[in-house]
């Protein structure tokens, strides 16, 4: 019964703007459309303002959030832009040059604004340690479409990390470091460097060929480089630690995972070369090119969560930690107090 009440209220949440995205489609397409500027100014006003404007009615009392309404406006836009003639979509090129930029600003300043909010109910209450990832995180899922959520933090995070947040970060006696010895940064930074010569190499030989080929390259690879230094940055602002009867195995922002400390069935201090398959994992994305020194394995299946929302299960887990004796004795004192 609920199944059915929640997929029929979908339908009409989602179907009502499809169709009166359809019918303006269609009004377009006739011979209506011909010399009325008037119908012009009405068209493009429905796509921008009146879908969106009944698809925001529709799901005022619901919890879809409300951000959503940007997109749909977006699809207006994308719809009078390839169906609209050139010389009818003077309002649509204003609203694309003028007023759609406000309207994403705006909503950034919204994420922003939310995220600094939880920032200051955790500055007030410091219960368990702030994580800028994690809280822009639970943010943007509170605001934004679920789909576009991970992208987005993803990309915030690469900036705030690579570029913003470079202040020394202390680590507590349940916070444990994982890139000082283990030869991950060393390796990322040299495929910064190479990334780097590649660049001014192949950006001359394109250019050869074609200016706009070149740049093309050369903009990617500048942005691979500043992902590259995100990720880097945020093993250093991202330790593992022990919280609240739970573990938190982070590496950077590019992958993680949280366990119950009651679902550890043993933990190990080993080097040795495992077999990965649909039980054992390695929490580094680099897989074999980086070492382990601790394996976990766990009473039931647990979830990875990698780059981009990318979710793996696992049983057993291996990853490194600079202080694996300390990390070691801490688990396993916790393990003692679980009944």
């Known amino acids: 019964m609920n199944r059915t009440l929640f997929l029929s209220r979908n339908l009409i949440t989602f179907g009502v703007p499809i ?11 006739s011979s209506l459309l011909q010399g009325n500027e008037i119908l012009v100014v009405g068209i493009t006003a429905d796509l921008l303002l009146t879908v969106p404007l009944v698809y925001f009615l529709l799901i005022r009392k619901t919890e879809i959030p409300k951000t959503t309404v940007i997109p749909i406006m977006i699809i207006g836009l994308l719809i009078g832009s390839y169906f609209l003639p050139n010389e009818s979509q003077y309002y649509l090129n204003f609203f694309k040059n003028w007023i759609l930029p406000i309207v994403e600003i705006s909503a950034l300043s919204f994420v922003i604004y939310n995220v600094r909010k939880v920032i200051k109910q955790y500055k ?8 800028f990832f994690t809280t822009l995180k639970n943010t943007c899922y509170e605001i934004l479409p679920k789909r576009v959520v991970i992208p987005i933090v993803m990309e915030i995070a690469v900036f705030y990390y690579g570029f913003i947040y470079w202040k020394k970060r202390k680590l507590k006696v349940n916070e444990f470091s994982y890139h000082k010895d283990s030869g991950t940064i060393a390796l990322l930074i040299s495929i910064i460097f190479i990334v780097a010569i590649e660049t001014f190499v192949l950006h001359i030989l394109l250019s050869k060929w074609s200016d706009i080929a070149a740049w093309i390259l050369t903009f990617l690879s500048i942005y691979s480089g ?8 945020s093993m250093f602002k991202r330790p593992i630690s022990i ?12 992958t993680e995972t949280a366990i119950d400390i009651k679902d550890i069935d043993s933990i190990e201090i080993s080097s040795k070369d495992i077999e990965l398959n649909k039980e054992t994992k390695k929490l580094s994305f680099l897989g074999e090119l980086e070492s382990h020194n601790i394996i976990i394995h766990l009473k039931k299946e647990n979830e990875l969560v990698g780059l981009y929302g990318i979710r793996r299960k696992y049983k057993n887990l291996a990853f ?11 688990i396993n004192k916790a393990l003692q107090y679980e009944p």
């Not at 500043?226 to 940055?233: A, D, P, S, T, Y």
């Not at 490194?320 to 801490?330: L, M």
């Open 243 to 254: 919280e609240n009867d739970r573990l938190y195995i982070r590496y950077g922002i590019m």
């Open 320 to 330: 490194y930690v600079d202080d694996k004796i300390e990390f070691t004795n801490q």
């Open 19 to 29: 169709s009166l995205f359809g019918i303006l489609i269609l009004l377009i397409k």
């Open 226 to 233: 500043i992902q590259i230094l995100g990720f880097l940055r």
């Open 124 to 131: 007030s209450n410091k219960t368990e340690a702030f994580d």
